[in-house]
């Protein structure tokens, strides 16, 4: 059974949050990527990516991931991104080698505080 991904956008004046559930792969990865760097103003000091509910990411929505680190990095943005410690996407990112200048946290309420 396949699980579409969904996406929650949440403004304030210098923090996005994004809350994605379901699948992350290469059938939305590109539509999530835009959709998130499209959502992103240049007033906005942190980006927040809560991954917690994802059931499943593939190796399109890792790059996704990279590529909207990339795009913040060059702004002086700030990523976080929320995935439990156990989980199989926190090791996919870590076996990836996702950049330690961009944390990764437990939870949403760690990653805003």
């Known amino acids: 059974m396949i699980f579409p991904a969904d ?3 949440e403004r304030s004046n210098l923090r996005t949050v ?4 379901g699948e992350i792969d ?6 999530l990527r835009r959709t998130i760097a499209e959502s ?3 007033q906005v000091i942190e980006l927040v990516v809560d991954l917690g509910d994802v059931r499943y990411l593939d190796s399109a929505g890792i790059a996704m991931l990279f590529d909207l680190s990339r795009r913040l990095a ?6 976080v991104v929320v995935v439990p410690s156990g989980s199989l996407i926190r090791r996919s990112l870590d076996a990836s080698g996702w950049p330690p200048k961009f944390p990764m946290v437990e939870s949403l309420g760690e990653a805003t505080e």
């Open 7 to 9: 996406l929650r956008i």
């Open 18 to 21: 994004v809350r994605l559930t």
């Open 26 to 31: 290469l059938s939305n990865a590109g539509v």
């Open 40 to 42: 992103i103003s240049n």
């Open 74 to 79: 060059e702004r002086e943005q700030r990523l």
